[in-house]
């Protein structure tokens, strides 16, 4: 994507700086039309319109999960993950593995005063 647009970019600064003037600027259009009207390109740009919601829900679920996750974090409560995996301010649990970790510092009236 970062190619086309690079490609896109360099084509429209020739245009624009361009001194061949109004026959050169004809030609190039009329070349970008022709690519452009092609059914393998028209193939291709129908394919992603119908892949460009799903993969736009597929971003706006992990984003939210990001977010979720980085809150969670930031104010020290619990984060549940799709996987099963568990964690909160004292452990975690591994959804896959099924192992957990705790942390024993903090448990209690204060970590100095456990036996």
């Known amino acids: 994507m970062k190619k086309i647009l690079l490609l896109v970019g360099v084509g429209i600064g020739y245009i624009l700086g361009a001194k061949a003037g109004r026959e050169r600027y004809d030609q190039i259009a009329g070349k970008a039309n022709e690519v452009w009207g092609n059914p393998k390109v028209q193939e291709k740009v129908e394919e992603v ?67």
């Open 49 to 115: 319109k119908a892949q460009a919601p799903e993969v736009a829900q597929k971003v706006g679920d992990v984003a939210k999960d990001a977010a979720s996750q980085a809150k969670s974090k930031v104010t020290g409560h619990e984060a549940t993950g799709v996987d099963g995996s568990y964690e909160n301010a004292t452990g975690a649990v591994d959804g896959s593995t099924g192992d957990t970790v705790v942390d024993t510092t903090g448990f209690g009236p204060g970590g100095d005063k456990l036996p």
